[in-house]
C-alpha cells in the first residue's frame, strides 16, 4: 500500500511528463478545441494490506482483498487533438461497499492520429461507504468507512472504430481513502472482565490495480 507521499510523487511526476510533452508541441495546424466523450467500464483488485483492530498492543493486518467494478463517463474538452480536460462521475461497486466518485479530469495523446497510445489521470472524491464486516472482537474486524480523497493514474491505447466512434483499453493504479475506526482491546489473561475497547479514528488509504475498456466520441 502507497503512503501520501509516494502518491504525491506520482502524481508530481505525471504532471511534470505530460507538462514537458505540452512544452515540446510545435504542430500549430490543428488548434482546435471541441467536445469529448469517454465512457468507461473496468474492474481492479485491492492490493497490499491495512491495519485491523489492536490487541494488547498487538496491530493485526487484514488483506485488501476488495475487488471494484466501474462504470464512468468524462465529459470535457480536447485541445489540438492531444490534451483532454473535464470531469468525471461514474458509479463503484466494492465487493463491500457503494461509491459515486467525481474526478476532476486530465488526459494527453502521445500522437495527433485516431490511433495512439495515451496517459491520464484523475483526481477528485469517492463519495459512498465501505461496509463493515466481521465482529468487532475479531482480529480480522473491518470497521465502516466513509469516502475521502481518490485518485487514479492509467496508461493505454485506443484506435479508430468510426468516424465518430474510438475504442480504447487501458491499465491503471487506483488510491482511495476512508475515514474509518479500529477497536484497541486490552485483555489480561487472568481477568475475568474485560474493559470495553477503545474506538480510534483514521484515515486508511487503500491501493488498487485495474484493468478499463472506453469507447471515445468523437
Known amino acids: 500500500m502507497f503512503n501520501k507521499p509516494v502518491i504525491c510523487l506520482l502524481s508530481a511526476a505525471f504532471l511534470l511528463v505530460i507538462s514537458s510533452a505540452f512544452s515540446q508541441e510545435r504542430d500549430t495546424a490543428s488548434n482546435t478545441l471541441k467536445y469529448f466523450n469517454k465512457t468507461e467500464l473496468g474492474v481492479s483488485f485491492g ?22 467494478a466501474t462504470l464512468q ?25 457503494l461509491f459515486w466518485p467525481v474526478y476532476g479530469y486530465l488526459g494527453y495523446n502521445f500522437k495527433q492520429t485516431d ?16 461496509y463493515s464486516r466481521g465482529g468487532s472482537e475479531n482480529r480480522s474486524y473491518i470497521a465502516e468507512g466513509r469516502g475521502a480523497f481518490a485518485l487514479m493514474i492509467g496508461v493505454g491505447y485506443k484506435m479508430k472504430v468510426s468516424n465518430k466512434l474510438k475504442f480504447g483499453y487501458e491499465i491503471f493504479y487506483k488510491y482511495q481513502a476512508l475515514n474509518t475506526s479500529y477497536q484497541n482491546w486490552y485483555k489480561a489473561d ?22 478499463k475498456i472506453a469507447i471515445f466520441f468523437p
Open 47 to 68: 492490493i497490499g494490506s491495512f491495519p485491523s483492530n489492536v490487541y494488547n498492543g498487538v496491530t493485526y493486518k487484514v488483506k485488501n482483498d476488495e475487488i471494484v
Open 73 to 97: 463517463t468524462v465529459n470535457g474538452v480536447m485541445y489540438n487533438n492531444r490534451w483532454l480536460l473535464g470531469v468525471s462521475l461514474g458509479v463503484e461497486k466494492w465487493r463491500y461497499g
Open 115 to 130: 490511433n495512439t497510445f495515451f496517459a491520464n489521470i484523475y483526481l477528485g472524491y469517492g463519495i459512498g461507504t465501505r
Open 190 to 211: 487472568t481477568a475475568k472482565v474485560f474493559p470495553p475497547p477503545g474506538t480510534v479514528y483514521y484515515k486508511l488509504g487503500l491501493s488498487y490495480a485495474g484493468f
